[in-house]
């Protein structure tokens, strides 16, 4: 597997979770999905059990259906075997296109709604899983070029298992904050205001990722990444055979600062007498746990991080 191929999707899976066309409408999918209303999302009075089984049966239906699109463009791509130069170049061309469409909307086609409406959800758990695949049936404008795209990398791989993983990965970065949003409504909603002024700037990055990756497919380089990530695992693990110590402070000092915004925000909260932030003390006391466990060598994150960079090369 291409030493970067799940991370990329992973990359992509939140780029089409952050696009203009997906942000506005959490709260309709969350209270279709959980059966309640933006006002008990918003004030917390919702079953937040029922709301996150729910997403997360949502997210395996739209899960199901991108993986088994991933299935079967690889499929395609391994049938096509000696034409594979021709079908990378063609696929590189055409991620480069989507891209720049991305920034510059000049493919007015692109921009047809292709989603799947449901009018009522399907009553039961099995409705959420129903509205997921219904959720994949089609895509919006913004959202297609980049799923799109993934599906065409997982089609110039010619491997079954590779084109399931890479499409796994795509549904884990978009439906990751799925959860999320539906586990900290308040806290979420609260995050995506402060992020509307940047959606354009995200658009455009998410054009500039498209035109890159079809570019590294078009050169042929998107494989021969897989050298420079086994060469980080081997340079990891190195290191902490021969100093221990040294990888151990790095990764709990980084542990430590990625603590220290959310204590930060807590202690402001707090002093303007607005009560203890549940959120953002829960991520603090998490990551301070993971750092103070990193510097007493019980959480080996060198290793951790070595076996996930060479997992990402297999």
Same mark, same amino acid.
């Given at each position: 597997?291409?030493?970067?191929?799940?991370?990329?999707?992973?990359? %992509?899976?939140?780029? +089409? @979770?952050?696009?203009?066309?997906?942000?506005?409408?959490?709260? +309709?999918?969350?209270?279709?999905?959980?059966?309640?209303?933006?006002?008990?999302?918003? +004030?917390?009075?919702?079953?937040?059990?029922?709301?996150?089984?729910?997403?997360?049966?949502?997210?395996?239906?739209?899960?199901?259906?991108?993986? #088994?699109?991933?299935?079967?463009?690889?499929?395609?791509?391994?049938?096509?075997?000696?034409?594979?130069?021709?079908? +990378?170049?063609?696929?590189?061309?055409?991620?480069?296109?989507?891209?720049?469409?991305?920034?510059?909307?000049?493919?007015?086609?692109?921009?047809?709604?292709?989603?799947?409406?449901?009018?009522?959800?399907?009553?039961?758990?099995?409705?959420?899983?129903?509205?997921?695949? $219904?959720?994949?049936?089609?895509?919006?404008?913004?959202?297609?070029?980049?799923?799109?795209?993934?599906?065409?990398?997982?089609?110039?791989?010619?491997?079954?298992?590779?084109?399931?993983?890479?499409?796994?990965?795509?549904?884990?970065?978009?439906?990751?904050?799925?959860?999320?949003?539906?586990?900290?409504?308040?806290? @979420?909603?609260?995050?995506?205001?402060?992020?509307?002024?940047?959606?354009?700037?995200?658009?455009? %990055?998410?054009?500039? @990722?498209?035109?890159?990756?079809?570019?590294?497919?078009?050169?042929?380089?998107?494989?021969?990444?897989?050298?420079?990530?086994?060469?980080?695992? #081997?340079?990891?693990?190195?290191?902490? $055979?021969?100093?221990?110590?040294?990888?151990?402070?790095?990764?709990?000092?980084?542990?430590?600062?990625?603590?220290?915004?959310?204590?930060?925000?807590?202690?402001?909260?707090?002093?303007?007498?607005?009560?203890?932030?549940?959120?953002?003390?829960?991520?603090?006391?998490?990551?301070?746990?993971?750092?103070?466990?990193? @510097?007493?060598?019980?959480?080996?994150?060198?290793?951790?991080?070595?076996?996930?960079?060479?997992?990402?090369?297999?």
């Amino acid at each position: 597997m291409n030493g970067t191929g799940p991370l990329v999707a992973f990359a %992509a899976g939140l780029l +089409s @979770f952050l696009s203009p066309c997906i942000i506005p409408l959490i709260p +309709s999918y969350l209270t279709f999905i959980g059966g309640t209303t933006f006002q008990e999302l918003s +004030s917390g009075s919702y079953g937040r059990g029922r709301v996150i089984a729910r997403t997360l049966l949502f997210v395996l239906g739209f899960t199901l259906v991108f993986t #088994a699109l991933g299935i079967a463009m690889s499929g395609v791509g391994a049938f096509l075997g000696r034409t594979s130069r021709i079908v +990378s170049y063609a696929a590189g061309g055409l991620i480069v296109l989507f891209g720049l469409n991305v920034i510059f909307d000049f493919w007015k086609l692109l921009d047809t709604e292709r989603r799947f409406h449901l009018q009522r959800r399907p009553a039961g758990w099995i409705g959420s899983i129903l509205v997921g695949m $219904a959720f994949a049936a089609g895509w919006t404008p913004c959202v297609g070029p980049i799923l799109a795209s993934i599906l065409f990398v997982a089609g110039t791989s010619a491997s079954v298992v590779r084109g399931a993983f890479l499409l796994l990965a795509y549904s884990l970065g978009l439906g990751l904050p799925f959860v999320v949003a539906g586990l900290f409504f308040g806290f @979420f909603m609260r995050q995506v205001q402060r992020l509307k002024p940047w959606l354009g700037a995200i658009r455009i %990055a998410s054009g500039l @990722f498209l035109v890159a990756l079809g570019i590294l497919i078009i050169l042929g380089r998107l494989q021969g990444m897989s050298a420079f990530v086994f060469r980080s695992a #081997a340079a990891l693990q190195e290191w902490e $055979a021969a100093d221990p110590r040294g990888p151990r402070l790095l990764f709990g000092s980084l542990l430590a600062a990625i603590s220290l915004p959310f204590l930060a925000s807590a202690v402001r909260r707090t002093a303007a007498s607005r009560g203890l932030p549940p959120v953002r003390t829960g991520f603090f006391v998490v990551f301070a746990a993971l750092s103070i466990l990193t @510097f007493l060598g019980v959480i080996d994150a060198a290793s951790l991080v070595a076996s996930w960079l060479t997992f990402q090369g297999l």
